[in-house]
T-cell receptor, first 115, second 114 residues
């Protein structure tokens, strides 16, 4: 099956620093990728839709200047958490759309802890 | 807005036990419904889906039927195995395809003991 990877799998950073998370589709091209966020014992919440070659579309309540998304190629989308604060600590999950099968493939997630 | 409510766990079963995970939804229009499974250390994987009322999705011995009258999509398996230990998520898409953005339930962790 299709594989989506995320890097890093976990990261710990100091408050005020920026952290970049990568999402790669390893064996297919993805024009569209989604970024989700999951709090403990909560469901995945969609943050934004990442579109290759154009600006990301953010869900209501998600700060676009804080969560920068870049989808510069058909196999890579990055999420940068800028000026991170402890409340940004969460599990971030990406998914990539394989259009020929109309299926969404998920990465394993990245655990971010901001001290 | 759209929402999904599912049983919260964790749940522990013995091998060969019957499994039911309840899922109900609130949505306008005619959503597609999904069950995703997340095995330890891996990403969510599509387990099964149903795109219209009365459709039954099935895969790996799991089944779920799209019940519009009760707005439900309960997941069932007649005899669970240790390898079914995972977290199960119910989800919906309000625009049909699996490539659309999804609304998820909170997930339920299942542990199956030998």
């Amino acid at each position: 099956g299709a594989v989506v990877s995320q890097h890093p799998s976990w990261v710990i950073c100091k408050s005020g620093t920026s952290v970049k998370i990568e999402c790669r589709s390893l064996d297919f091209q993805a024009t569209t990728m989604f970024w989700y966020r999951q709090f403990p014992k909560q469901s995945l919440m969609l943050m934004a839709t990442s579109n290759e070659g154009s600006k990301a579309t953010y869900e209501q309540g998600v700060e676009k200047d804080k969560f920068l998304i870049n989808h510069a190629s058909l196999t890579l989308s990055t999420l940068t958490v800028t000026s991170a604060h402890p409340e940004d600590s969460s599990f971030y999950i990406c998914s990539a759309i394989r259009e020929d099968t109309d299926t969404q493939y998920f990465g394993p997630g990245t655990r971010l802890t901001v001290l | 807005g759209n929402s999904v409510t599912q049983m919260e766990g964790p749940v522990t079963l013995s091998e060969e036990a019957f499994l039911t995970i309840n899922c109900t939804y609130t949505a306008t229009g005619y959503p597609s419904l999904f069950w995703y499974v997340q095995y330890p250390g891996e990403g969510l994987q599509l387990l099964l889906k149903a795109t219209k009322a009365d459709d039954k999705g099935s895969n790996k011995g799991f089944e779920a039927t799209y019940r519009k009258e009760t707005t439900s999509f309960h997941l069932e398996k007649g005899s669970v195995q240790v390898s079914d230990s995972a977290v199960y998520f119910c989800a919906l898409s309000d625009r049909g395809g699996g490539s659309e953005k999804l609304v998820f339930g909170k997930g339920m962790k299942l542990t199956v003991n030998p």
